[in-house]
């Protein structure tokens, strides 16, 4: 881990901000500028080399062809010197850096309702709205992000609005290239949100990434995802085979048109889902407009200022 005011591929560190498996992330600024910018840190093993270099690559070279209000810049990338590598902290390692923009914000998952709390509908809406937008632009330039979760939307608040930035391309492909699994045979992404096509190794389309916003909002209206099981091969089952709970069984209060809307958006077969992303989104808005919610606030972990990796 580097600390604050080392100098790590001419970005200053200020603050270090979180970290995931293979990867560290600092808040830093260049040169004089003020501006601040997200500098993330991976580091490679000889025994994982590859597959890491190949997903740092992956996120560089599609997102930063990607320019739209609600996903994450790319400034630039590279590779730490020798000197800097063979620090003590990181022995024997390759050290891959990716700078980027700066989101002073949290992870949608602070949005999921506790137990026995309920959602901030108006929230999830707007959330669920921009990040469509964000993945219908994806979709016209050939992209699919094929990783959408909470966890990879990061919500940055003020004191009157917000923002949702769509994050995290590391497993993004182009459409003429959507192959649906790894060379090792195993899924890519998260299975709790993974569409019936990804997980029977199918062609994939923007119809993919639909279904896991889709069971992202789900989570962020009910408090679980669509089929909470306790094996990953459980999950697997549900999403090929089971029906959809309703929403209304989890949250009464919702209107009982969103049932088969999220069963549309949902459906096992892709060309039985909506059309785009924000089609979707706008009638699960209409659905919920003039809807007040429950007496009981909503509950949620307190927001901390972070970039989540």
């Not at 808040?27 to 997903?55: C, I, Y």
């Not at 085979?241 to 069963?263: G, I």
Request: charged share 25%; net charge neutral; proline share 7%.
């Amino acid at each position: 881990m580097f600390g604050a005011g080392e100098v790590v591929a001419g970005y200053t560190i200020d603050e270090f901000l979180g970290s995931g498996s293979s990867a560290e992330v600092y808040r830093v600024h260049r040169g004089e500028s003020k501006q601040a910018m997200a500098l993330k840190v991976l580091h490679t093993r000889p025994n994982d080399q590859q597959r890491v270099r190949e997903r740092f690559e992956r996120e560089f070279s599609i997102a930063s062809r990607l320019h739209h209000p609600h996903i994450v810049g790319m400034y630039a990338r590279g590779e730490i010197d020798a000197d800097v590598v063979g620090r003590e902290n990181h022995p024997d390692a390759t050290v891959l850096w990716i700078a980027m923009e700066y989101i002073a914000g949290t992870s949608a998952m602070e949005l999921i309702p506790e137990r026995g709390a309920e959602p901030d509908a108006a929230t999830v809406v707007k959330v669920g709205g921009q990040i469509a937008a964000a993945l219908d632009y994806a979709h016209s330039c050939d992209v699919l992000h094929r990783d959408v979760k909470p966890a990879n939307i990061m919500v940055e608040r003020t004191h009157s609005d917000s923002r949702s930035v769509l994050t995290d391309f590391g497993i993004a492909q182009l459409l003429d290239d959507a192959r649906p699994l790894a060379r090792n045979g195993r899924v890519q992404g998260s299975i709790a949100y993974a569409s019936p096509e990804l997980l029977t190794a199918q062609r994939l389309s923007p119809a993919t990434d639909l279904y896991a916003l889709a069971a992202s909002m789900f989570e962020l209206l009910t408090g679980e995802p669509p089929f909470p099981r306790a094996t990953a091969f459980a999950i697997t089952y549900a999403h090929i085979h089971d029906p959809l709970p309703k929403l209304t069984r989890l949250r009464p209060w919702l209107p009982s048109a969103l049932n088969a809307v999220f069963a549309k958006a949902l459906a096992k077969d892709p060309r039985d889902r909506y059309g785009t992303c924000t089609e979707f989104t706008e009638i699960v808005t209409r659905a919920l407009r003039d809807i007040p919610p429950p007496d009981t606030p909503p509950r949620r972990r307190l927001w901390r200022r972070r970039h989540v990796v």
